[in-house]
């Protein structure tokens, strides 16, 4: 075996990325935020949770409200305290929370909680009495979907015992909040159920006193699509990243090219050997897998651009890697390929790749995994 060649004279590494690399638009997070105010009329809640579906909570969070949004909001109740770690000051709703949350933790934080059954009114405010604090709480409706918020058989026993909290201080009820099932289908007659029903528990609040400062039924897309559905607030949570009519994507999936090689027609690739090359040409290996979120399964156009060029995925997506063919004309290795993007330039997009899985553009892009660098543009 020959010795390897001193350091010195080894030749240079080609310019590239060192590792896979989601990359951040802070200026779409907001073009998106602004135009989502201004199509609903409304003031915006910023929801990032799932670490801002994918783009970072904190980051996305800041680009939101530097952008005009006054609220936050959050799923769960770990990520709503992560934000406020964070230094993040603005008003905050977590609300998929189960009755033994840690409501002292809210309470002390001043994050506000959606409420939707008396057993959580109870134990948030058993909370807020033994901490001589108010809760803050926005009573959560179902408004159509079965999954969610107050039954409406449950609803009058909720606002009545929100009415009692409220009158003996222990809570403050701030908001009012539901949610749309088929919003990305305007013209359906659920959504116009969905937001009849909201009034109904708007008017049943009012009878019982409650004044709330707040009233939010639309997410992104009855945000974008529903104008009964605005009211006072509307919350934007894939819309930030992009996923939502008319809006502008921000997240871009990089990867360099770590392996090439030239095989001849008929080269079994990947396990199982469930695809072979057509013909002559180069394969090109990328350092990401289905444990970084690239689905594995996976139709036959599936592709990333490399050298401007659509290159399809040949066979199966490992866990740490997926190969592409390059063409005749082939690869270096640490080109860059873009897995997704805005799609300006040609590359797939999120939208791709959930129509290439059979999922949606919500699953591809809360799917990349940690090991994957985020990086913000412009930085």
């Known amino acids: 075996m020959s010795a390897l060649p001193a350091p010195s004279s080894l030749p240079a590494q080609p310019r590239g990325l060192a590792r896979p690399v989601l990359r951040v638009d802070p200026a ?3 073009a998106n935020v602004r135009r ?29 409200l530097a952008a005009g ?5 959050t799923a769960t109740l770990d990520e709503a305290v992560a934000l406020r770690r964070a ?9 998929v929370l189960p009755v033994d949350a840690a409501w002292d933790a809210a309470l002390r934080l001043r994050i506000d909680v959606a409420i939707a059954s ?9 909370a807020a009495a033994r901490a001589s604090l108010r809760a803050r709480v926005h009573l959560h409706v179902d408004t159509g979907m ?19 909290a409220e009158r003996l201080g222990l809570v403050e009820v701030v908001g009012v909040m539901g949610h749309l099932a088929r919003a990305d289908e305007p013209a359906d007659p659920a959504n116009a159920a969905g937001v009849a029903a909201f009034r109904t528990a708007l008017d049943e609040v009012a009878a019982a006193g409650l004044r709330p400062a707040v009233r939010h039924l639309a997410a992104t897309e009855a945000a974008l699509r529903l104008p009964a559905a605005a009211f006072d607030l509307v919350r934007i949570g894939a819309g930030l990243v992009g996923i939502g009519p008319g809006l502008r994507p921000a997240l871009t999936l990089a990867a360099p090219v770590v392996l090439t090689r030239r095989v001849p027609a008929g080269t079994p690739v990947g396990y199982g050997h469930t695809a072979r090359t057509a013909a002559e040409t180069v ?12 689905p594995r399964r996976l139709d036959a156009g599936a592709a990333v651009q490399l050298g401007g060029r ?14 592409v063919d390059a063409g005749p004309q082939g690869a270096d290795v640490a080109d860059t390929a873009l897995v997704f993007g805005p799609g300006d330039a040609g590359e797939p997009t999120a939208a791709d790749w959930a129509r290439w899985a059979g999922t949606i553009e919500h699953d591809v892009v809360t799917g990349i995994g940690r090991r994957v660098e985020r990086a913000e543009v412009g930085r």
């Open 28 to 30: 779409a997070i907001a």
């Open 36 to 64: 989502a105010g201004a199509v609903s009329g409304a003031a915006v809640m910023a929801v990032v949770k799932a670490d801002g579906f994918g783009a970072g909570a904190v980051p996305a969070a800041r680009a939101a």
């Open 69 to 73: 949004a006054t609220w936050l909001g």
């Open 87 to 95: 230094g993040l000051a603005a008003p905050l709703l977590a609300w």
């Open 118 to 126: 008396v057993a959580h009114l109870r134990a948030v405010a058993e």
């Open 146 to 164: 079965a999954r969610d918020g107050a039954a409406p058989a449950d609803r009058p026993a909720l606002v009545a015992a929100a009415a009692e």
């Open 283 to 294: 394969l090109a290996t990328l350092p990401v897998g289905y444990a970084d979120g690239v």
């Open 310 to 323: 659509r290159c399809p995925v040949v066979g199966r997506v490992s866990m740490d890697q997926l190969v």
